[in-house]
């Protein structure tokens, strides 16, 4: 892996966790653009360290670092739940970490393709199926 390929991704990573904080930024949410940026990029720097490690140290598993950010996220998410009376908040943002987790993962391995779309999708259902949700579905 070369010096330009972690920069890349590391960017990368960054640019996607930065679109979708932003979105939550805009509705002055817990959890905004660095906190998602910083998600993702240390998601994809976390998956980078697992790679290296894996061709440095053979027969060591690169999964393992993966399945501990997925866990370690949800401790995140969980953080920024809330019970407000008899409604619980935080849930969107709770899951917006945790998908930009899984692009920072994503972007850290390789897998471009499916981190870009999963980013396309999650401000799509941030921004559209929020917008349609008000207008359709609350009762405010």
Not at 52 to 68: E, F, L, V
Not at 73 to 82: C, D, H, N
Not at 99 to 104: D, F, N, P
Request: glycine content about 12%.
């Amino acid at each position: 892996m070369s010096e330009m390929d972690i920069i890349i991704k590391l960017i990368l990573a960054c640019i996607c966790g930065g679109l979708i904080g932003y979105l939550r930024e805009r509705e002055k949410k817990a959890a905004g653009l660095r906190t998602h940026m910083l998600v993702c990029s240390g998601s994809a720097l976390l998956m980078l360290v697992s790679i290296y490690m894996s061709t440095q140290y053979p027969g060591s598993d690169a999964g393992r670092i993966a399945s501990n950010v997925v866990t370690g996220i949800g401790f995140i998410g969980a953080g920024a739940i809330i019970q407000a009376g008899n409604s619980i908040i935080g849930i969107t943002t709770a899951a917006s970490i945790w998908v930009a987790s899984a692009i920072g993962l994503a972007l850290g391995c390789g897998f471009y393709f499916g981190a870009i779309i999963t980013c396309i999708l999650a401000i799509f259902i941030l921004k559209v199926l929020h917008e349609i949700e008000k207008k359709y579905i609350r009762i405010d």
